[in-house]
């Protein structure tokens, strides 16, 4: 089946360190994104990916870097810059630069012990 | 970049009674809208979503949204909740150029006994 799968599900970290979070999708969808999840505020954008070698920032990308090497894969690395990481992170990806419909993972919970 | 206004952080009801939750967004030009559903600890999956066409939107689950366009808003509603109905719910927009997908901050719906 196709679908968008994340990886790990639990994430800790210790402060200090950078810490890379999967994300790939087989759907052959041209674009991808990162999300932020805290209560009570929504989803907020970090980043995202129109096409392979290609991503703009989101509303809060200070902290974050991402690369997109291959269509099919979207990692998301929370650097130490980050100053309150601990939150849940979820991937997403649409057909194209036309966003009909997002698809999701499953989504990371990423904690700094 | 277009924002999402959703206008109840939370909004409690009884089995089987009627249920709106609202959503403004910030323009009126040519937008996306859509709404979605995420349960404990999950990613997002599509409830409905407005394109084009007629403003009444039917989507899975019973659910319904109506876009006004001279109200700036995407309201969802359901005559009959159940239970299973208590989830978080983001309306969402996504505008031209660029498609990016923007969020509001949910509305948790809790269904009583």
């Known amino acids: 089946d196709g679908g968008i799968t994340q990886s790990p599900k639990y994430l800790f970290r210790k402060e200090g360190q950078n810490v890379t979070l999967s994300c790939e999708q087989n759907?052959?969808?041209?674009?991808m994104y990162w999300y932020r999840q805290d209560p009570g505020q929504g989803l907020r954008l970090i980043y995202y990916?129109?096409?392979?070698?290609?991503?703009q920032k989101g509303d809060i990308a200070e902290g974050y870097s991402v690369s997109r090497e291959k269509k099919e894969s979207f990692p998301l690395t929370v650097t130490s810059a980050q100053k309150n990481p601990t939150a849940f992170y979820l991937c997403?990806?649409?057909?194209?630069?036309?966003?009909?419909?997002?698809?999701f993972g499953q989504g990371t919970r990423l904690t700094v012990v | 970049a277009q924002s999402v206004t959703q206008l109840d952080s939370q909004v409690p009801v009884f089995e089987e009674a009627p249920v709106e939750l609202r959503c403004n967004y910030s323009?009126?030009?040519?937008?996306?809208l859509f709404w979605y559903v995420q349960y404990p600890n999950q990613g997002l999956q599509l409830l409905l979503k407005?394109?084009?066409?007629?403003?009444l939107v039917k989507g899975i689950n019973g659910f319904e949204a109506e876009f006004n366009k001279s109200q700036t808003s995407f309201h969802l509603r359901k005559p009959s909740v159940h239970i299973s109905d208590t989830a978080e719910y983001f309306c969402?927009?996504?505008?031209?150029?660029?498609?990016?997908?923007?969020f509001g901050a949910g509305t948790r719906l809790t269904v009583k006994p």
């Open positions: 997403a990806s649409t057909v194209g630069q036309m966003n009909t419909e997002a698809f």
């Open positions: 759907l052959n969808h041209d674009a």
């Open positions: 990916s129109q096409i392979v070698n290609d991503f």
């Open positions: 323009s009126s030009v040519s937008v996306y």
């Open positions: 407005y394109l084009s066409g007629s403003t």
């Open positions: 969402a927009v996504s505008d031209p150029p660029d498609y990016d997908m923007r």
